[in-house]
């Protein structure tokens, strides 16, 4: 997600809240990112698998 991202979706856990997101590489290509937040309002993004 190093160009833009968008189209966010937010969703409520027991124990904390999850946002996906759409985003593009560096090199043109669709990536998604997942973060994490346990207020809703501050939100890390969560390492990509190798």
Do not use: N
């Not at 999850?18 to 346990?38: D, Q, V």
Request: hydrophobic share 40%; net charge positive; glycine share 10%.
């Amino acid at each position: 997600m190093q160009r833009k991202y968008g189209a966010p979706f937010v969703w409520r856990e027991p124990d904390q809240w999850l946002m996906i997101l759409m985003g593009e590489s560096a090199i043109g290509k669709t990536t998604f990112g997942l973060l994490t937040s346990a207020d809703g309002k501050r939100w890390t993004l969560l390492p990509e698998a190798p």
